[in-house]
């Protein structure tokens, strides 16, 4: 599940992680580096489950608790150690059946000797880090200090448009002013609200604005050219909830759209269609008109 999905940005979530003290560390779109272990430990899964899976590919929940097991049983390059071992001080048993064990296990784990063993996995793991970091830091620049306010051009490699040839597209769009540095690693853009796309962006898909004369402003009906080209969900914004009419079991809600002010576009739609900003919008209906019909799962008011 992403740390993008609605069920952590909607501000529940985020006010019961303030009341909790929790400070969530959201990942940037389009940059796996963030969750780099899982990522690469889900390749490690995978690889072994393609070597085991039946030719239609439908028992391999199956095989995870083996593949589990085997993971935990083997020895990393980072640490030198097996992730079994290094969490209780000695290797399973994985024969059938299984040998006897000893009448005191329990005498075969000493205290100084897990001390050591955590002691030299953290040994391990610092020497694997300063080794990554060698091959890495000298492909590395410092990424440029930015400001709010500041315009810079957005990468495109991610990004969709409805041009035929990749090849020939622009490398990059905008510029676009940045609205928040969330982090040094990290800015939010202020892009156009058609775009159904996250607007934080990690620094190295964002570089500086520059054209040959600093004084002339960047040509705005360029920047919405272009916009237009960019691939479109199918998602549109909630402007404002107008009312709800119980019908059979169900409850249904008229919805305005954003940019559609006529009342032929507006929709009635159930509970299960609204998004995080959708739901704000029900909640501020039923502030407003508390008799209304209301959805029972919509219960924080």
Request: charged share 30%; net charge neutral; hydrophobic share 30%.
């Amino acid at each position: 599940m992403s740390d993008r999905d609605s069920r952590f940005t909607s501000e529940v979530w985020k006010e019961f992680l303030r009341l909790s003290d929790i400070r969530p560390r959201m990942s940037t779109a389009f940059h796996p580096q963030t969750d780099g272990q899982t990522e690469r430990l889900n390749q490690t899964i995978e690889a072994y489950l393609r070597s085991f899976v039946n030719h239609e590919q439908d028992d391999w929940a199956g095989l995870l608790p083996m593949a589990e097991f085997a993971y935990n049983n083997s020895v990393t390059t980072a640490t030198g150690l097996s992730p079994f071992y290094a969490n209780y001080g000695f290797h399973p048993t994985a024969t059938n059946p299984a040998a006897a064990h000893p009448l005191n296990p329990a005498s075969k784990v000493y205290a100084h000797w897990m001390h050591a063993v955590h002691e030299k996995t953290r040994e391990s793991l610092e020497e694997a880090q300063d080794r990554m970091r060698r091959y890495s830091d000298p492909k590395r620049k410092d990424p440029p200090v930015y400001q709010v306010g500041d315009l810079v051009m957005l990468n495109g490699r991610n990004i969709q448009t409805r041009r035929p040839s990749r090849k020939l597209d622009h490398k990059n769009h905008g510029p676009f002013q940045i609205e928040r540095i969330v982090s040094p690693l990290a800015v939010k853009l202020t892009l156009p609200r058609k775009w159904k796309i996250h607007d934080v962006f990690h620094v190295s898909l964002v570089e500086p604005y520059r054209t040959g004369n600093q004084r002339s402003p960047p040509n705005a009906a360029k920047v919405l050219r272009e916009a237009d080209d960019i691939e479109q969900s199918e998602e549109y914004d909630v402007e404002e909830v107008m009312s709800s009419t119980k019908k059979g079991r169900r409850i249904l809600y008229l919805v305005k759209w954003l940019d559609y002010p006529n009342r032929k576009d507006w929709t009635e739609e159930p509970f299960d269609n609204f998004s995080a900003g959708g739901l704000e919008k029900l909640r501020e209906f039923h502030r407003k008109n508390p008799t209304a019909p209301r959805d029972y799962r919509l219960t924080d008011i």
